[in-house]
Structures are given as structure tokens and as C-alpha cells.
């Protein structure tokens, strides 16, 4: 499988200070951001708000020759479905990778408006399902599913989506679904189902992926563990007669020297308000724990100079992954720089690489 | 007040005339036209369909409408997809989105509102719809009867508006129980849509005079419009509120009157027979009580197009010429805007019209006939016949 580069969309906000300071370029909210001081006139009155620079951070993953973006799912920010949608006609190229939970309504519904992202943008949109947060979170959401349904909805949503989009007439009766007489006629036939992307580390997820995930996405970990659990989801997969990519989310901090990332990768954990030293942030050669929170969602980040960056994520390549779903703050300035300094160097050296396997 | 004037967004495909029977502009219906492939939209050069409504949409906004209604039904594509899309190329144009509350997680549905009106300047709003029930709501995925379909449908908007300023909000309903949820900040400082509401049944106007800001209705005799939006004005002031009312109706506007009827003539010439006799018949079944209504105000016996001729400058077979409402207006750049001014005198406060093809028209009346109508000027409210 070709290799792709995904670039996180921060919905929530942004900012150049590790995660201690959230900010949300372009806002025009005074609670978000300070405005000039008095003495400075300020032209830019309401005319732009975050997404804005959202917009921004999409065109610079397209400019800088990323494959696709992740839209982020937060409760705490902009809707990702909207901001898909907003940012589609930004880009004739860039896959729409847009995250969100099944709990948002019909999957009938969310498969209809699919469609018609799949017929606009010829072919680009894709799913990521995540579980979502804890039972409280999610009756804030207006979600009362018990823990043990979580992953049971996501399968018949998956199955149903699956099921209008590409038979007609198609009939569902599940726990959390019905359909009679379904599936799409006219214009709205035809049309891909979005590839679905689903994670999660617990065997019943491992189980939800065999059967229903195009891409497992695998939390940032040192390379030899993700190959065992690769090894593991491929027979699960292969065990339901289906075939599985890997994808992986990870951030990366990648500076022209080795000192300049460290020295970097130290100040963010100090704008973080961890205590630096309390723990060993180093969990691995080149990959630091602890920058992340609940918002940014990444469990590690490669830390280091633009060459050994892109040698580990060859190394990943390597080991099965295909779908990178990078992100680095602030999420513009990195996109260019990662897609300058890092990703032709991994492009090329696992183009070389496969050709001397071959 | 004065009246708000809306254009209409053609999910359903563009034939380029009333005449035509060809839907295809724009690549709505790749593989049908003959030109392009089937599946995904657009030929080789990258366009698709949505290219087109952008057109109409800047179109609308240029010629002075408000905005326009995207109609969500089976087969046509989605309005919110549709309204997220073009949010970046329009300036003015409102997006009115008809949806049913029953598809949507309300909380999401909040937070995707307070994005859409991010991502445009405040210019989304809805149209609530509930539901024609039938076989049909069941395509949808959804098994709610009629009457229930509304509570859920008024459970939904208490919600939404719940959650709107931030919270926290707590709700305990039959179909949906939230706790301590509200919209995060800066979403929670936008302004809450407008909200157009579309039904016709008791149950719809229960839950209409509860929360809408305009009552809408397609086109009906005169007189019946009339009855309608008084009965609906009663039952929203015993709850002490105010609301205004909606008309969506085609329109056919030319020169002169002869021109406008010639129109029709070869439309109505052209129409499959076997249609004709549908529309004659009983029809499909439907638990709507508007689209019943709608089927009773149709001639019975119908030789020529003029029998459906059943007011002036009323014709009753528009639907004949393609999906959607019956009535509409037929006649002189002068003729339509006189209607339009009568239905302003029994009470209409707001207009969603349409005519095709949607790109031209959008001109053609922006230009010829929203200049001669009168309205309603600022501050005669209060002046308004009843009669
Ligand atoms: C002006 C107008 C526009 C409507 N647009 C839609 C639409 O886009 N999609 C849809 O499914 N129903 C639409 N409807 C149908 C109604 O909202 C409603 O679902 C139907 O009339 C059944 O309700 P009732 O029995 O209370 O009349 C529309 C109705 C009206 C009056």
C-alpha cells in the first residue's frame, strides 16, 4: 500500500507554547485572545475567526505536499464535519480524514451526507470513528450508551453506512440502527464508502477493526511493540477473510540539530507545566512521552534532527505502517516544515528502499 | 417588518427550461447525461456538481435575495454538506436547511450550527421538517410515528436552544436526556439560527408555535393559506409569543402574460402521460397532512393545461414539471409581484421562490420582478389588512 502523509487539524485551537496556552489564531472572541492594547488600532475587526487559520493550516499541508488532513474531533472546538466541508474546496487533492463519534445521529444520515462529500470532492472523504470520552463526557454529549456499547454502535454504524451506500434495496435491523427499503438511488449511488479509520488498544477493539476498519490507527509507541500488535490485528483480520492497514499517530519535533529538538522538546514540557526531570519523558530513542493532553491526543512525539525524524518514521514504514497522521505545534509553520525538511527525505528513502526489496 | 425574499437551491437537478426533461446540468447525475462517468461527480476536468450550485448560490446573492432553501430529500445531495461548502465563496447568502431533528444528535447538532454560523458570518438557518412518514422514514432509518415525531421534534430544539449560551444545561425528555452540557466558547457567542418551520398538521403546529420564528408553507388557495397561518398566529399567541409566516412557491415570470402561459403550455405538453394520471390518481401513500392538503386543492378532471389554471395567475401543476409543490405563479413581470403583494396582505412576512433553470432565473426576477414589489415597509406592521 502507498504511503500517506496526514496532517492534524487542531479544531480545538493552537498555539506555539506546548499545551499550556491554547490559542485560536484569527479569533475574534475576547476570551481567547488579548486584542491590541488601546494605543494600536486594530484593522482586523470581526472579519476572521479560528477557522480561518484553519483554512490556513489545510492550504500550507497542501502546499507543503501532505496526502490528506485529520480533522479533529473535540467537543471543545469546531465541528468537524463543518470544518471538512469548509476546507474542501481549499484543496483539489488533500484527503479529508474527518473524526467524529457515532453517537452524532443516524448512520444513515451521516452516510447520505457522505455522498454528497464524496460526490463534491471526487472521492477524498474518509472516516475516523473514535469511542469518545468517559460516561460523564458523553452524557454531556446527550450520549447515555453504557461503556459495553461503545464499540457495538460503531460496528452496526459502520454496517449500516456501508450497507445504503452500496446496496439498494437494503434492510437493517440492529440494536442501535433499522432500515427498510434503504440504500441510495440516482445521483447519490455509486459513490465510495468513505475508507474507515478506527483505533483503540483492548481486544474488543482489535475485534472492531478486524471486521470493520480499513485503517487501524496505532497510538505512538516504540517500534517493536507496534510490530507485535500489527502481527496480531493482520491474523485477527485475515481470520474474517479482510486485510488491514496500519496507521499511526504520532507527533514530531524535528529541528535542524539533534540539541536544538531536545532543548525545544524540554520547553514545551516546561510550558506544559510539567516539572522537568520528574520523570523520564524519554521512552524510547528519539520518542518523548508527555507533551500531549485529552486535546491533542498524540501518546508520544519523535524528538530529534530532521534526519534522524524521518529515519525513525522509515522505521515505522518499515514495520507496516502506511497512513502517518502527524501533527506538531503551531500547526502551520510545522506543516511546512516537516513537509520540507522530513517527508521527501522518507518518501525517498522507503521509494530506494522498496526498490532494492524488490 | 419589512419581507424576506429567499431563492431556492436545486438539490433535485436543473433541466435548462420548464420545457426540459433533462435534469443533467452541472453533472448532477454523472453516467445519465451521456458525457460524463457514472459514480463520482464531474468529468475530467475536476468540476461536480457542487460547482454549479456555487454559481446559483453568487448568482442569488448578487440579483438580492436573503439566501436560498436546499431541499434534503432521498435522492438529492445534503444541505449541510452543501452549505459548509460554499461558506468560504458567498458573502451574503443565507443558507436555509431543511432537516429532520430525529438524524441528528441535538448537542452535535448545536455545535455544528454555532460552526456553520462561524464558518459564515451568522448566515445559517434552519428548516424544520419533520418527517412525511410512510414507507419513506424508514429509508431514513427511522421508526418514530408521526404524532411522536413531533414531540421529539420540539424535544430537539428545547435542547438545542438549552445548550446554546454555554450551559450547563440539564434535560430530561422522552427521546433525549442531557447533563451539564453546553456549547465551549467562542461557539456559545454566536447567534442562534432562524428558524423556519414546515408542516401542517395539529401536532406541527404545536411544536411550530413553540419555537419557530416563521411558519412556512407552500402555496394553497388564498383563502385556506389564510385560515392556515391565522390558525397558527392564535396558537402561538395563547403562548404569548409572536411568530411570522413563509411562503415557498414556484413562479414563472416573463414579459408579458401570453409568454408566461406559453411557457406552461409546452411544458404541460410535454408530460409523460403516465404522470399525468398520477397526479390524477390518489397518489402515493403519505402520512403528511400538508402534501394531502396539497392533493386536495387539484382539479379533479384535466384535458388541457388550463384547467389547472384555479385562480388567476394560479397554476396548479407544477409539480407535473418537476418534483415538488403544486402551485405556483404564472404571469407578467407585474402580475407576479401583484400576487406576491397579495399574499403579503393576508400575512405573509417571508417568500422562498423558485423557477427554472435556478442560474438564469435567479436574474431574470432579481432584477425584473423583486424591484415592483411593494412589501411591506419598515414600520407599517401594525397597518396590515386582515382582509
Ligand atoms: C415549504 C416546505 C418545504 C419542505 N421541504 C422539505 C424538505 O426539503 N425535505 C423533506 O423531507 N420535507 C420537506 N417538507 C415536508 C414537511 O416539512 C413535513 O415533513 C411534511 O409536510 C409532514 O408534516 P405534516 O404531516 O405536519 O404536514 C417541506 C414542507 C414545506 C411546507
Known sequence: MAIEFIWQLPTGGDGRHGDATQTRRGERSGLTRPPFTEGVSDPRGERFNFLDHLHQIARAADLAGFDGIQIQHDPQGDESWIVAGYLARGSRRLKLLTEFEASRGSAVYAAKNAASFQRFTQGRFAWQISPGGDAALRRQQGDHAPDSDILPRIGEFVEVAKGVLTQSPY????????????????????????????????????ALSAQWADVHVL???????????????????????????????????????????????????????????????????????????????????????????????????????????LAAIPHLEEAYRIGEQVLPVVRSRIATRLSKAA | MTI?????????????????????????????????????GGGEDGSTYIDYLAEIARAAEISGFQGGLIPSFPSTDEPWVISSFLARETKTFRFMIPFQPGFLNPVVAARQTASLQRATGGRALYNIITGGGGPQQLWWGDSVPHDD?????????????????????????????????????????????????????????????????????????????????????????????????AVRVDILARPTEEEAWEE?????????????????????????????????????????????ITEPNIWSGFSLLRGGQTQGIVGSYEQVAERLDDLVRLGADAFILASTPHLEEAYRVGEEVLPLVRGRPSGSATLRAVG
Open chain 1, 171 to 206: 434492510r437493517f435491523k440492529g440494536r442501535f440502527f433499522e432500515v427498510l427499503d434503504g440504500g441510495f438511488n440516482g445521483p447519490l449511488s455509486n459513490n465510495p464508502v468513505p475508507p474507515v479509520y478506527l483505533s483503540g488498544g483492548s481486544p474488543e477493539a482489535y
Open chain 1, 219 to 325: 497510538d505512538a509507541a516504540p517500534v517493536d511493540e507496534l510490530k507485535e500488535t500489527i502481527a496480531k490485528l493482520e491474523a485477527l483480520a485475515a481470520g474474517q477473510g479482510r486485510s488491514l492497514a496500519f496507521g499511526l499517530r504520532i507527533d514530531v519535533l524535528a529541528r535542524e540539530t539533534e540539541s536544538e529538538a531536545v532543548r525545544d522538546a524540554q520547553r514545551f514540557l516546561a510550558q506544559s507545566g510539567r516539572a522537568v526531570g520528574s520523570s523520564d519523558p524519554v521512552v524510547a530513542p528519539g520518542l518523548w512521552a508527555g507533551f500531549a493532553t485529552e486535546r491533542t491526543g498524540a501518546a508520544a512525539s519523535l524528538v530529534g534532527s530532521y534526519g534522524t525524524v524521518a529515519e525513525r518514521l522509515v522505521k515505522y514504514a518499515e514495520a507496516g505502517v502506511s497512513s502517518f497522521i
Open chain 2, 4 to 40: 424576506d425574499i429567499f431563492w431556492r437551491i436545486p438539490t433535485h437537478g436543473e433541466p435548462s427550461s420548464h420545457r426540459s426533461r433533462k435534469p443533467w446540468r452541472g453533472d448532477w447525475f454523472p453516467g445519465n447525461d451521456n458525457l460524463t462517468k457514472p459514480g463520482l
Open chain 2, 149 to 245: 415525531r413531533y414531540t421529539r421534534t420540539t424535544e430537539f430544539l428545547d435542547v438545542v436552544r438549552g445548550v446554546w449560551r454555554g450551559g450547563p444545561f440539564s434535560y430530561q425528555g422522552k427521546f433525549y436526556q442531557v447533563e451539564d452540557a453546553g456549547l465551549p466558547d467562542p461557539l456559545s457567542e454566536e447567534d442562534f439560527p432562524e428558524i423556519y418551520f414546515s408542516g401542517s398538521s395539529d401536532a406541527a403546529l404545536a411544536s411550530a408555535s413553540k419555537h419557530a420564528d416563521y411558519y412556512l408553507s407552500w402555496l394553497e388557495p388564498f383563502d385556506a393559506l389564510r385560515d392556515k397561518f391565522n390558525r397558527v398566529k392564535e396558537r402561538t399567541d395563547a403562548l404569548g409569543r409572536k411568530i411570522k409566516t
Open chain 2, 264 to 308: 406552461i403550455r409546452r411544458g404541460f405538453a410535454n408530460v409523460d402521460p403516465a404522470a399525468l394520471a398520477r397526479f390524477q390518481g390518489a397518489g402515493e401513500r403519505t402520512e403528511s397532512v400538508g402534501a394531502q392538503r396539497q392533493r386536495g386543492f387539484r382539479p379533479t378532471t384535466i384535458n388541457s393545461y388550463t384547467d389547472l
